[in-house]
């Protein structure tokens, strides 16, 4: 079917631009159309960059070891800082922007999130290695990956809303799985970057012996993350507002506005509704008369009243202890990957300056490549066939059962036993909760409350990556690794269970819902 027997499909009066695609066009699923691939672009560079940005602290770390410790291991409070400081800022990203682009809409507050990568990106790249000393080189760039963190953060709920606000039920899952599997990409182009740049610094590191110009690598694979974001910068800030997100807010409004009409015909007085309007002289003995004011309720207090009812709470603390008790293992894991590395003989613990980096790097590759890419894929040829419940409880359960297994096998394990139950882990991982947490929240609540109860849920996840980025080093010296994967196990079952307060979302319409419980309220 071409893009012009879909045109004549497409319902009179629904444009083909991005203001809104949801239509039927009757292929299966993951065959994405020319407007949704454009969406995709668009709203995916946003996941693209989480992963780029945030996994590549990982070698970026290990080249300021020789640039500013001369090899030496970075101080351990810092390390666990400079790790932790993009989720830091991410958590304030998810909150803030999650807010307002319900309270304002989408369109006012789409792109600025691509605007703060921007400037973080460029001021940490900026770090003056050469004039402060180590530790205040190290303090320099967090405090700035704080800010790209708020970014990045931010772009949780944005990208969410935007893409669920405008899919086709039965593509939401579909559409909202390729918009994070662009997670995966990042870290495959990251890596990829990562040893291209080393192989064109190889003479003067390897051969000349200037370990120093790392300074150089790691600058350049930052600041290549900045391509993207320039090149959909534009389009973000010009997206349009969705039919939906309109039609959501006309609906409260008009809820309120009911509400008002029967407060006032019930007697009930609200000095803050209503006003008196003055009469002539001529009719000075007939009663006031009251004229109603319709005031907009706060998003803040809307967002409350919501969650009060117990149906609608149990569904908030499921997305987001279920992304909270993810977060915690998958990026305790993925931050600390040089535990990994070390197990297959790829840490970089022999040789030169540059052959240490390529091997990490190499290692770094190899992992992505095996696990980390080909769940996310599987996710999206799978969702709308499986679901998103089927595809979450599983995953946590595999992803127990592979960590149960390293964790008991940790010190006896050979390497390719190890490579091998690695890449299932992280398999399962993103065939499995690490996408389906993503698209929980933007699927199973109504679009009034979209962003912000996304951004809460994503806070709720960081939150869980803060602790594992802080307290893995040190969990890992002081009870010893296998113990350490052991909580993660623990994680990945409560995960499962949490998963159980969770409806499946496949085919469901939360608006219509809302519309329904809406006019339930006013019957009432």
């Given at each position: 079917?071409?893009?012009?027997?879909?045109?004549?499909?497409?319902?009179?009066?629904?444009?083909?631009?991005?203001?809104?695609?949801?239509?039927?066009?009757?292929?299966?699923?993951?065959?994405?159309?020319?407007?949704?691939?454009?969406?995709?672009?668009?709203?995916?560079?946003?996941?693209?960059?989480?992963?780029?940005?945030?996994?590549?602290?990982?070698?970026?770390?290990?080249?300021?070891?020789?640039?500013?410790?001369?090899?030496?291991?970075?101080?351990?409070?810092?390390?666990?800082?400079?790790?932790?400081?993009?989720?830091?800022?991410?958590?304030?990203?998810?909150?803030?922007f999650g807010y307002l682009a319900d309270a304002f809409g989408?369109?006012?507050?789409?792109?600025?999130?691509?605007?703060?990568?921007?400037?973080?990106?460029?001021?940490?790249?900026?770090?003056?290695?050469?004039?402060?000393?180590?530790?205040?080189?190290?303090?320099?760039?967090?405090?700035?990956?704080?800010?790209?963190?708020?970014?990045?953060?931010?772009?949780?709920?944005?990208?969410?809303?935007?893409?669920?606000?405008?899919?086709?039920?039965?593509?939401?899952?579909?559409?909202?799985?390729?918009?994070?599997?662009?997670?995966?990409?990042?870290?495959?182009?990251?890596?990829?970057?990562?040893?291209?740049?080393?192989?064109?610094?190889?003479?003067?590191?390897?051969?000349?012996?200037?370990?120093?110009?790392?300074?150089?690598?790691?600058?350049?694979?930052?600041?290549?993350?900045?391509?993207?974001?320039?090149?959909?910068?534009?389009?973000?800030?010009?997206?349009?507002?969705?039919?939906?997100?309109?039609?959501?807010r006309q609906l409260t409004e008009n809820d309120d506005s009911?509400?008002?009409?029967?407060?006032?015909?019930?007697?009930?007085?609200?000095?803050?509704?209503?006003?008196?309007?003055?009469?002539?002289?001529?009719?000075?003995?007939?009663?006031?008369?009251?004229?109603?004011?319709?005031?907009?309720?706060?998003?803040?207090?809307?967002?409350?009243?919501?969650?009060?009812?117990?149906?609608?709470?149990?569904?908030?603390?499921?997305?987001?202890?279920?992304?909270?008790?993810?977060?915690?293992?998958?990026?305790?894991?993925?931050?600390?990957?040089?535990?990994?590395?070390?197990?297959?003989?790829?840490?970089?613990?022999?040789?030169?300056?540059?052959?240490?980096?390529?091997?990490?790097?190499?290692?770094?590759?190899?992992?992505?490549?095996?696990?980390?890419?080909?769940?996310?894929?599987?996710?999206?040829?799978?969702?709308?066939?499986?679901?998103?419940?089927?595809?979450?409880?599983?995953?946590?359960?595999?992803?127990?059962?592979?960590?149960?297994?390293?964790?008991?096998?940790?010190?006896?394990?050979?390497?390719?036993?190890?490579?091998?139950?690695?890449?299932?882990?992280?398999?399962?991982?993103?065939?499995?909760?690490?996408?389906?947490?993503?698209?929980?929240?933007?699927?199973?609540?109504?679009?009034?409350?979209?962003?912000?109860?996304?951004?809460?849920?994503?806070?709720?996840?960081?939150?869980?990556?803060?602790?594992?980025?802080?307290?893995?080093?040190?969990?890992?010296?002081?009870?010893?690794?296998?113990?350490?994967?052991?909580?993660?196990?623990?994680?990945?079952?409560?995960?499962?269970?949490?998963?159980?307060?969770?409806?499946?979302?496949?085919?469901?319409?939360?608006?219509?819902?809302?519309?329904?419980?809406?006019?339930?309220?006013?019957?009432?």
């Amino acid at each position: 079917m071409t893009e012009t027997d879909l045109e004549s499909k497409r319902p009179v009066g629904l444009k083909a631009g991005l203001e809104d695609f949801d239509y039927d066009d009757g292929r299966p699923p993951f065959i994405l159309t020319r407007v949704e691939l454009k969406l995709l672009s668009i709203a995916g560079v946003g996941f693209f960059l989480d992963a780029y940005d945030l996994f590549i602290i990982n070698p970026v770390s290990t080249m300021l070891q020789y640039r500013l410790y001369d090899g030496k291991s970075l101080p351990t409070g810092l390390e666990g800082f400079l790790k932790a400081a993009a989720n830091i800022g991410s958590v304030i990203g998810q909150f803030t922007f999650g807010y307002l682009a319900d309270a304002f809409g989408r369109k006012a507050v789409y792109g600025k999130e691509l605007m703060l990568i921007i400037l973080a990106t460029i001021l940490s790249i900026s770090t003056p290695t050469g004039t402060l000393s180590p530790n205040g080189s190290l303090v320099y760039l967090s405090i700035f990956r704080i800010m790209l963190g708020v970014g990045v953060g931010g772009d949780y709920p944005m990208s969410a809303s935007v893409t669920s606000d405008r899919a086709n039920l039965r593509k939401r899952g579909t559409m909202l799985a390729y918009i994070f599997s662009n997670q995966g990409l990042g870290s495959l182009v990251g890596s990829i970057a990562t040893m291209l740049t080393l192989l064109a610094y190889r003479h003067v590191m390897d051969v000349e012996g200037k370990t120093s110009k790392v300074d150089g690598v790691w600058r350049i694979i930052v600041s290549l993350s900045l391509i993207p974001a320039f090149g959909t910068l534009y389009q973000r800030l010009t997206l349009a507002e969705s039919k939906r997100y309109t039609k959501s807010r006309q609906l409260t409004e008009n809820d309120d506005s009911s509400m008002d009409e029967k407060k006032w015909k019930e007697g009930e007085e609200d000095p803050s509704e209503t006003k008196v309007v003055a009469v002539d002289s001529e009719a000075e003995k007939a009663p006031p008369v009251k004229a109603i004011v319709h005031k907009k309720k706060a998003h803040f207090r809307e967002f409350l009243i919501y969650f009060s009812e117990w149906r609608h709470l149990k569904i908030l603390i499921g997305t987001c202890m279920c992304w909270f008790l993810l977060d915690i293992a998958f990026y305790g894991i993925n931050l600390n990957q040089n535990v990994v590395l070390q197990q297959i003989g790829f840490d970089g613990s022999k040789g030169t300056a540059w052959n240490r980096l390529f091997k990490i790097a190499t290692g770094n590759l190899i992992i992505t490549i095996l696990g980390f890419v080909p769940g996310y894929y599987v996710t999206v040829l799978t969702v709308e066939y499986l679901g998103r419940k089927v595809i979450q409880i599983q995953g946590f359960l595999m992803a127990s059962l592979f960590l149960a297994i390293l964790a008991g096998k940790f010190h006896t394990m050979g390497k390719a036993p190890f490579v091998v139950c690695f890449a299932f882990l992280q398999f399962f991982f993103n065939f499995g909760a690490n996408s389906t947490t993503y698209m929980y929240p933007a699927e199973v609540l109504p679009t009034r409350f979209r962003a912000s109860a996304h951004g809460f849920s994503a806070a709720c996840g960081k939150a869980g990556a803060i602790i594992s980025a802080l307290a893995f080093n040190q969990l890992s010296k002081s009870i010893g690794t296998p113990s350490v994967l052991w909580i993660f196990f623990a994680c990945c079952i409560a995960g499962a269970v949490f998963t159980l307060l969770l409806p499946e979302t496949k085919g469901r319409d939360p608006d219509v819902i809302d519309e329904q419980e809406l006019m339930e309220r006013r019957g009432r």
